[in-house]
C-alpha cells in the first residue's frame, strides 16, 4: 500500500529554520498533487502548502514568503523548507498526497487519499 514517511521535525528558536521531508513509497509523487498540513492542538488540521504535478505551487497566507514546498521527482520525495519559524507555526505537519492527477482545491483535506503519520515542529519564542 501507499506510504508517505515524513522526517525533519523537531525543536527551535523563533526565527529558524527547519526542513520537512516525507518520502512516498508504492505511489508517484511526479504525477500526483502532494501538500503540507499541520494540526495543532484542540485545532482543525490546515493546509500549509501545496505542489501540483505540473509543478504549481499553493501556501497559506500565514506561510508566504517563509516556507517553500519542493519536490524530487527521481527520490519521490516531498520538502517543505521552513524559514522565519514563529511560535504560531508549532503543529503536527502531514504530508498528504492526492489520489489523482489533478486537485483543484490542494490545500483542502478533501482532495487527499494519503497521509502520513505526521512529524512534529515546536517552535519557541
Known amino acids: 500500500q501507499v506510504q508517505l514517511v515524513e522526517s525533519g521535525g523537531g525543536s527551535v528558536q523563533a526565527g529558524g529554520s527547519l526542513r520537512l521531508s516525507c518520502a512516498a513509497s508504492?505511489?508517484?509523487?511526479?504525477?500526483?498533487?502532494m501538500g503540507w498540513f499541520r494540526q495543532a492542538p484542540g485545532k482543525e488540521r490546515q493546509g500549509v502548502a501545496a505542489?501540483?504535478?505540473?509543478?504549481?505551487?499553493s501556501y497559506a497566507d500565514s506561510v508566504k514568503g517563509r516556507f517553500t514546498i519542493s519536490k524530487d521527482n527521481a527520490k519521490n520525495t516531498l520538502y517543505l523548507q521552513m524559514n522565519s519559524l514563529k511560535p504560531e507555526d508549532t503543529a503536527m505537519y502531514y504530508c498528504?498526497?492526492?489520489?489523482?492527477?489533478?486537485?483543484?482545491?490542494?490545500?483542502?483535506?478533501?482532495?487527499?487519499?494519503?497521509w502520513g503519520q505526521g512529524t512534529q515542529v515546536t517552535v519557541s519564542s
Open positions: 498528504a498526497g492526492t489520489p489523482f492527477a489533478r486537485c483543484d482545491d490542494p490545500l483542502h483535506t478533501s482532495e487527499y487519499n494519503y
Open positions: 505542489l501540483a504535478r505540473h509543478g504549481s505551487t
Open positions: 508504492r505511489y508517484s509523487a511526479s504525477s500526483r498533487c
